[in-house]
């Protein structure tokens, strides 16, 4: 197949107006009953909800074919590996098309950041063209911030549907390894996991972030990191990333080489234990 | 005003006692060309000790840069120690076209550091700073582009075509092209000019004035041969938006241009770029 499909940015309009009815009408109502009547709704017309132009981002039209009709084959505690997996599919690597636009020499490539950074686009993908799959995946939530983006900010990126699958292979992308997404597999360690480290200020630097999740990764850390409780009875890992954005508030992390971040998170570790 | 937390987190401006010296900044550049965002500034120190670290190395002035939610980036001074200055390719930031600029003064190596400025009993304290560890700080520069670079590097419907000088224009005040994928409108240089100070200062009033001669040419040519265009992306573009397939006469001609133009949304040009509305409401 190998088709592409062309991806549009809704009117801004359009998004609050579909905002609105949701907060208006979906009271104890799930996200489920809301994106198959707007399908029902504008569905058919969405082109006219659309802003005019061509957005110039793709999605390989056999990934949305498995995105929205694959059923989900994971128990409830699991479904961390659903989201790794479909982060995988989303994001355009030498193998894997994902969402992409074209350069210059005609190659698919992955998205820049300001196309990255367009809500407008995501909310078109979490609310009608990916919106079967999000029905799957968050179809009993209630939260709005599963299926809408009004702001720029990692809280809604870590937890919009769609881009929180995108965003967690972005930042784990080490344009340096042959594979590229090894670190992507630690990031979706755990759902929790994931959360606590693209959440905060610090997933700003991707660089170092990189050193982080290549640091978590070592096998004797992940032990310590994931399977060890806290005083306070939550994974160490908590604790960590607390440390390292506390760390990241009196140096500039930012600056720092592999060799200085790993130094500052050996410390930290031990710090936790 | 001067903020000094000196060294951080151990001293900070609270305990006042920096309040005779000044670290302050001045934003000297600021400019987006060509696609590169440009910035510049310069830093002016008074306090002794840390100016003597700075001109041995051990210091150093940066600006720390957040587009937030996804860079932080630290841009050094270099060739002049007061000086920092760095270029940001457009494509890098997010949409939002938001900076937010915090001045530092960070360590170069690791180094003991006593401040006999500081008040009692801090003054006979020396500690012990890491590379990288922050000594200053100043309050934070925010900076947000009104304008910028569109999302879409897209097809436009229209395109405008700047003429060479003396080049002009053989029908008229515009030439218009129907026959690629776009609207293609070739100006003479001093209306393209023209046009893009226009539009700097008010899009919707140039769409008004200068969209609706291009689209009443283009739909009255449409519905006179309609088979050439209906395959042509700005003919599809338009139809998915407004619906011009529909349209056979001069009246429904006007009917749709009014209903184009009143769209709130509809921004056809490329040659000025602006940026898209964003929500900030919750």
């Not at chain 1, 801004?12 to 399908?39: G, R």
């Not at chain 1, 190659?107 to 009608?128: C, G, H, M």
């Not at chain 1, 290549?214 to 908590?238: A, M, Q, V």
């Amino acid at each position: 197949m190998n088709n592409k499909e062309n991806i549009y940015a809704l009117k801004p309009d359009f998004i609050n107006l579909l905002y609105n009815d949701y907060l208006e009408n979906y009271q104890n109502k799930k996200i489920k009953d809301f994106l198959i009547d707007i399908n029902e709704k504008y569905g058919n017309d969405i082109l006219s909800y659309c802003v005019p132009g061509d957005t110039k981002i793709f999605l390989d039209d056999e990934i949305r074919y498995v995105m929205n009709t694959t059923p989900n084959k994971y128990s409830k505690k699991q479904l961390y590996l659903w989201d790794y997996e479909y982060s995988k599919l989303i994001y355009t690597t030498n193998t894997n098309p994902g969402i992409y636009r074209f350069n210059t020499q005609n190659e698919k490539v992955p998205i820049n950041t300001i196309q990255a950074t367009d809500w407008r686009i995501w909310n078109y993908l979490s609310l009608f063209k990916l919106h079967k799959y999000v029905i799957k995946r968050w179809g009993e939530s209630e939260d709005p911030v599963r299926i809408f983006i009004r702001k720029l900010g990692n809280g809604n990126f870590s937890r919009h549907s769609i881009l929180r699958l995108y965003w967690t292979a972005e930042i784990s992308n080490d344009i340096n390894r042959e594979k590229k997404l090894e670190f992507l597999e630690t990031l979706w360690r755990d759902e929790d996991f994931m959360t606590q480290v693209t959440e905060r200020s610090t997933a700003n630097m991707k660089e170092q972030i990189l050193y982080f999740l290549e640091f978590c990764s070592n096998p004797d850390n992940e032990i310590i990191l994931f399977k060890t409780k806290s005083r306070k009875g939550y994974p160490i890992y908590r604790e960590f990333i607390k440390l390292f954005l506390a760390d990241s508030n009196i140096s500039t992390i930012s600056n720092c080489n592999k060799d200085e971040v790993f130094e500052i998170l050996t410390e930290n570790l031990n710090a936790c234990l | 005003m001067a903020i000094f937390n000196n060294p951080f987190p151990v001293l900070d401006n609270s305990f006042g006692n920096f309040s005779n010296y000044q670290f302050s900044v001045e934003c000297i550049s600021s400019k987006v060309e060509n696609g590169i965002y440009s910035f510049g500034f310069k830093s002016a120190i008074n306090e002794p000790i840390i100016l003597d670290l700075i001109e041995n190395k051990k210091v150093c002035f940066c600006i720390q840069l957040d587009c937030k939610p996804f860079i932080r980036k630290i841009y050094k001074a270099e060739d002049l120690y007061d000086e920092v200055t760095f270029e940001i390719n457009y494509e890098d930031i997010p949409s939002n076209f938001y900076f937010e600029f915090t001045p530092l003064l960070i360590t170069e190596t690791a180094l003991d550091y006593k401040n006999e400025n500081a008040d009692t009993p801090i003054c006979n304290y020396t500690f012990k700073l890491q590379r990288n560890q922050i000594i200053g700080s100043h309050s934070s520069l925010k900076i947000s582009f009104e304008t910028g670079y569109e999302t879409f590097e897209s097809s436009p419907i229209i395109k405008f075509v700047r003429l060479n000088p003396p080049e002009k224009p053989k029908n008229g005040s515009m030439d218009i092209r129907l026959d690629l994928p776009y609207i293609k409108v070739s100006v003479s240089s001093e209306d393209f000019d023209l046009f893009t100070k226009v539009n700097s200062l008010e899009s919707k009033l140039l769409d008004t004035v200068v969209t609706f001669p291009i689209l009443q040419y283009t739909l009255h040519e449409f519905i006179n041969d309609k088979d050439s265009y209906l395959e042509k992306e700005w003919a599809q573009n338009l139809n998915n938006q407004f619906n011009i397939f529909d349209i056979n006469d001069s009246d429904e001609i006007l009917n749709a241009i009014h209903y184009i133009l009143k769209s709130p949304h509809s921004s056809f040009f490329d040659f000025y770029i602006k940026k898209y509305e964003t929500n900030t409401n919750d």
